[in-house]
């Protein structure tokens, strides 16, 4: 039977070490039984309790019976099963119980050891064993105290095979420290074995190919990045030298491109080298920003500089321009020239798709109109170049004109003006833009209009006899009409024949007829002649205007 205190294991305190001197942790009696002789320290966890006479520890071992302890880890006795500790250990004194609950007895704290700095007043455990504090392999002892005799570490017959001394990454070794960690400790409290520490793993070559590939293909991104990261913030742009090579494009830019943009097309087309050229060059042009959206004729390898002088000068435009009141039928020819398409192309693909290309709803579904895209084709200049498709020229156009509609209100003002929509109000300006000679004709002409729309005006009784209109759907610009032929003809734009408005437009007025449209005068104005063909003449009744008839007719009699 080994005696309280005297286990296999070296005494981790000697009574006679002089850093101690005469407070060792125990002093055997007489009988065999060992004295707690110094002072404990309470388990920091524990509430103190009421204080009571020490007492020596101690008991006869033969019967099986415990000696009466105070509830304190480390005398003698395994502080914790190995269970692991879960709260609920408790140590009585005389004894342990059938419930495994100790007897309701005075706890006995103790004043911490002055010799154990970290206040753990843990000893060696029974029978020289190591206690597992928390059941875990990997736990860590308790710090030594100071001037504690440190065991001799135990020698192995383990050969750590040639790659000792080589760093553990290269060498195989476990990536961790802890193995070292409990070598330095001894051994103590390691779960790994105790007769050697476990061999180091060995990483094969193949890992160490694979890491180094990944190490180099990173220092190759980052070399890669900071190389493109100079040549953006230091080094110029990459750029073409000259005027071009000859070889001539058409590049189309559309409305409110910045220079990046422009950059892009420009690069994509050909015509520079770079982005970054085109917008320096650009940037450092006084009129860079001016470029205006269109379709130009450039060259292929031009630098960036002689791009942006081309784009600002009048030669390259190759724009197709609309003038305002141009009829559908004219400008459909226009389009199949610049696009380089047989005639009648652009037409039948109007005809076809109509719908499809951007009408708002209100334009849409009017019967007895000669063409429902009539009148929104709006008059401006256009980047239309050979390649492009027809549809996409007329939807740029439908898109120019809705734009302008939805600007100036026209949905919004149509019921104030007597209008029974905004349809019949870009009809109103379509006839001002084809009858009047100038942009200040046609406030005034908007408003013979409307006083001719009056179903009880005396002058013309609900009829507008404009000439437009007839000319219009004969597709024709005559001005010495027969009255006779004009009041005959049955046809639905032939506002001698019919009263009120006609189908649709008869052309594509300008934002001027528009606008004049919107606000008209009210002067009382019923009739209007042009005696030069530049300027009009406006009257208010027809004995007026009869006397204007007969000064013109006069006036080609002589000529």
């Not at 600002?312 to 003038?323: C, D, F, Q, V």
């Not at 708002?360 to 929104?376: C, N, R």
């Not at 498709?389 to 439908?398: G, I, S, T």
């Amino acid at each position: 039977m080994t005696e309280y205190g005297r286990g296999q294991g070296p005494a981790p305190w000697h009574p006679e070490d002089p850093l101690y001197g005469d407070q060792g942790w125990g002093q055997q009696t007489g009988d065999g039984q060992t004295v707690h002789g110094g002072q404990g320290q309470y388990y920091p966890q524990q509430p103190y309790q009421q204080h009571q006479p020490q007492q020596a520890y101690g008991g006869d071992w033969g019967t099986g019976q415990q000696p009466q302890q105070p509830q304190h880890p480390g005398y003698g006795q395994q502080m914790y099963d190995q269970q692991g500790y879960d709260g609920s250990q408790q140590y009585p004194q005389g004894g342990w119980d059938t419930t495994g609950q100790a007897p309701a007895q005075a706890q006995y704290p103790y004043a911490a050891d002055p010799a154990d700095p970290y206040g753990t007043g843990q000893n060696a455990a029974y029978n020289g064993e190591q206690p597992d504090y928390y059941d875990t392999p990997g736990a860590y002892p308790p710090p030594e105290p100071p001037g504690r005799r440190r065991d001799p570490e135990p020698e192995t017959d383990w050969d750590p095979g040639p790659d000792q001394g080589e760093h553990a990454f290269f060498a195989g070794g476990d990536d961790g420290d802890e193995d070292d960690e409990y070598e330095r400790d001894g051994g103590r409290g390691a779960r790994r074995g105790r007769g050697g520490r476990k061999p180091k793993k060995r990483r094969s070559g193949c890992a160490c190919l694979v890491l180094t590939v990944i190490f180099a293909a990173g220092v190759g991104g980052v070399g890669y990045f900071g190389y493109q990261f100079y040549q953006d913030r230091f080094a110029s742009p990459p750029d073409w030298s000259g005027d071009g090579n000859g070889e001539t494009v058409t590049v189309v830019i559309a409305k409110n491109s910045g220079g990046y943009a422009i950059g892009r097309q420009l690069k994509e087309a050909g015509v520079v080298e770079s982005v970054d050229a085109f917008v320096a060059a650009q940037t450092s042009n006084p009129k860079g920003k001016s470029i205006q959206a269109g379709a130009y004729l450039l060259q292929k390898h031009m630098s960036a500089a002689s791009a942006v002088d081309l784009l600002l000068s009048p030669k390259s435009r190759a724009n197709l321009t609309i003038p305002e009141g141009t009829r559908n039928a004219k400008i459909y020819k226009m389009i199949d020239d610049r696009l380089k398409v047989p005639e009648g192309t652009t037409a039948k693909a109007a005809k076809k798709d109509y719908k499809k290309l951007g009408l708002p709803d209100w334009a849409l579904d009017h019967p007895h109109t000669k063409d429902p895209l009539e009148g929104f084709l709006f008059p401006s200049s256009y980047g239309v170049a050979k390649g492009q498709k027809p549809d996409a020229v007329l939807k740029d156009m439908v898109s120019r004109a809705t734009d302008m509609y939805d600007e100036l209100g026209v949905e919004q003002k149509a019921k104030s003006l007597g209008l029974d929509g905004p349809w019949q109000l870009i009809t109103v300006a379509s006839l001002a833009q084809a009858e009047g000679t100038s942009h200040d004709d046609f406030r005034k002409m908007a408003e013979v209009v409307y006083n001719r729309l009056k179903p009880n005006n005396p002058q013309t009784y609900g009829r507008l006899e404009f000439d437009s209109t007839y000319n219009y759907v004969k597709n024709q610009s005559k001005i010495n009409l027969s009255l006779t032929e004009l009041r005959k003809d049955d046809n639905p734009y032939n506002t001698y024949y019919h009263k009120g408005l006609p189908p649709g437009p008869i052309g594509n007025p300008g934002e001027d007829a528009l606008k004049g449209a919107l606000d008209p005068t009210h002067d009382g104005w019923y009739y209007f002649i042009s005696m030069d063909g530049k300027t009009s003449k406006f009257t208010k009744t027809n004995a007026e205007h009869q006397k204007l008839v007969d000064e013109w007719n006069a006036q080609q009699n002589k000529d």
